[in-house]
């Protein structure tokens, strides 16, 4: 463990990614004259960074209308020429990427390369919408008729709203943005209240690729603020679709309001993952990947391991592996060198877990390792624990839900029918994992694991964006990022072209 730094070195290193990245410092001061602000605060030192003049539900309101207005002018730019718009936003997060990385960093306390592998992320996914914006295809099918042709078409949808958490708070959003944005949509983003500024540093730089693309003003505009504001974008009819990224509990709140007025959803919720061990594993590798999937991220991604299945003839073995391991896990401020684990995002995830653990133990779980808190001594209002393994007697009632912290349950199985049936019986279903060699076990869990992810030999976490993001049950059903989550952000139109000229009735029905 390495000391904390001191306010003045989170704030300079802030400074310097918010100027880089063409966002004036000044923004945390201008909450203090503005009918709402939003205070901002850094993890790593819990520091106060200072105040963000929030919107208010007109300004909000109005931020929405002139994007529905720029949908209007941005729709009917042809696709591949949209395109060119997340082409230069790319360029400009490659030329900035540590910039908007040290802004995340401070703000979400990510260790440097996993800042910016999150940008990263979005370099990759503009890629990847350059050359999606080419390939908003259609099938031609068949008519039944003679000199007919009938085909399916892809439109731009309108103004979709994004609502991001803090743990992702620019990657996910990129996801959807450059596919929205190639789709011909406007994007209005609810960033979370724990990272406005790396969503204001993110949208700077996207602000200024569509001044120099000449794509609309206000095409992209953020919302500050917090639920009220989210709620209040939730509720707009101007707006078309609704990603939302957060709990369950958000979920449940976001969908019902959504389909009340006929919006579309897309809902990325709550993970509880787990991960198969076999028999047959490779232990060195099963050992790798466990430990970054549960500790990595300080257990705040969604795709974070949390259940470990383990066969029973391996199990102690593997354990011990563990622990050992998470021994060597440097925790501390992710601005110093070797740091692997940064706080934990506030207070409250810190009491989530501490409840969590008890909760286990009063259900039969031996805590092996980790759960204390650290650094408190040197910076109280920051919280640093130390990464938990946790040994179940079976799959119990704790283990049913995400607590968003670096917890890892075990508990074994002696056959594979068994382990996928613990594996599949808790409500969340978005990412999972096996590791073994045998062919037979890894296609058998790839066609029952009930998760929107399932990988052999890979860890839960680090996804491409190149496959689609996303999960089932109570994670929502959504699909973001690659292969064809495109069609999210269009409205899909059936076309029928009679060249006949005649006039046939489809099913061969008689009229006139
Ligand atoms: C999230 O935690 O919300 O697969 C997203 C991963 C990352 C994305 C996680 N590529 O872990």
Partial sequence: MTALPTDQTITDLLTSGLTACGVEASVLTAGSGAPANLPARSPITGQSLGTLAADTKESAADKIVAASEAFATWRDVPAPVRGQLVQRWGQLLGEHKEDLAKIITVEAGKTPSEAAGEVQEMIDICEFALGQSRQ??????????????????????????????????????????????????????????NAVLAALGAQSLLARAAAEVGAPERLVPVLVGGRDIGDAMVRDERVALVSATGSVRMGREVGPVVAERFGRVLLELGGNNGAIVAPSADIDLALRGVVFAAAGTAGQRCTTLRRLIVHESIADDLVEKIVA????????????????????????????????????????????????????????????????????????SVMESETFAPILYVVTYSDLDEALDIHNG??????????TSELAE??????????GIANVNIGTSGAEIGGAFGGEKETGGGRESGTDSWKAYMRQATNTVNYSGELPLAQGVEFL
């Fill in 136 to 193: 908003l295809w259609g099938k031609t099918m068949p008519s039944e008729r003679p000199g007919h042709r009938l085909m399916e078409t892809w439109h731009p949808l309108g103004v979709v709203g994004v609502i991001s958490a803090f743990n992702f708070p620019v990657a996910v959003y990129s996801w959807n943005t450059a596919l929205a944005l190639v789709a011909g949509d406007a994007v209005v983003w609810k960033p979370s209240e």
């Fill in 325 to 396: 391991a998470y021994k060597t896990l440097s925790i501390g401020s992710p601005t110093e060198d070797g740091v692997l684990v940064g706080p934990l995002i506030n207070k409250g995830s810190f009491e989530a877990m501490q409840s969590a653990l008890k909760q286990a133990e009063s259900e039969g779980g031996t805590v092996l390792c980790g759960g204390r808190r650290v650094l408190d001594d040197e910076r109280p209002e920051a919280h640093y624990v130390e990464p938990a393994v946790v040994r179940m007697p079976s799959q119990t």
């Fill in 426 to 435: 808790v409500p969340q279903g978005l990412s999972s994992a096996i590791f």
């Fill in 442 to 451: 890894s296609e058998k869990f790839l066609s029952r694991s009930d998760c």
